[in-house]
């Protein structure tokens, strides 16, 4: 019936943000195996979408409280293990004569221990970090309590800290000189904050419209018991 499409909405919604939280941190593991050059400053490719989790993190707590979100965070570490094990047991399949792409395939897929550990240690501890201080800024009274942008950007910048000195100590340090792995720490937490702070207005879009047909369909919903 009607009332059940509208219950539907917040399910599908949910789905759809657990779905693109392992997603994009498959993706930013995959990413964060190439080192690009930024003027002499190593910088690890997952940087780019990594931030993309802590917007999802946000939309998440915001529309369905911390003890889901939690949930999320650890279903999306559980499906990356998963990943990771099959890739290196694939890995380990001798390859059909012939097939001269073993060595790309491993270097790819084959990710370097310290890179996976701290990108998933990272990864856990810095979300659950980011959902605990957001939850905290929305029970404050001021703007933190009035603005979802603001409580956003204010998590994000602790929890953002927490994940470049996480995941640089683990993956970099003694790979990279001391000196080489404090910039790189260091812009990785400037160029993954500059990027949520960059997309935030379309982040405001995005829980503005969800929160309007969130609300909209709670009102139908309603009214079919009146």
Known sequence: CYNSVMLNFKQKLLIYFTALSAGALLISNLCAVKLWNFFDIAVDGGV?????????????????????????????????????LIFYI???????????????????????????LGSLIAFVLSNLLNNYIFTQ?????????????????????????????????????????????????????????VLEIVLSPIEMIIQKHLEGKITHESK?????YI
């Open 220 to 224: 139908l919903s309603k009214q079919q």
């Open 48 to 84: 780019i979408l990594f931030p993309f989790t802590y917007i999802l993190g946000d939309l998440t707590i915001e529309f369905y409280g911390q003890k889901i979100s939690k949930n999320i965070i650890f279903s999306s570490f559980l499906i990356n293990i998963i990943a990771i």
């Open 90 to 116: 694939v890995i380990a399949l001798p390859p059909y004569p012939g097939w001269s792409l073993q060595n790309s395939f491993q270097n790819v897929l084959g990710f370097t221990p310290r890179i996976i």
């Open 137 to 193: 800024l929305k029970q404050r009274k001021g703007i933190f309590e009035r603005v979802f942008i603001a409580r956003a950007l204010g998590s994000s910048a602790f929890a953002h800290l927490i994940d470049s000195f996480i995941f640089e100590t683990i993956a970099f340090l003694g790979v990279l000189s001391f000196n080489e792995f404090l910039i790189q720490a260091g812009f990785a937490y400037i160029l993954g904050l």
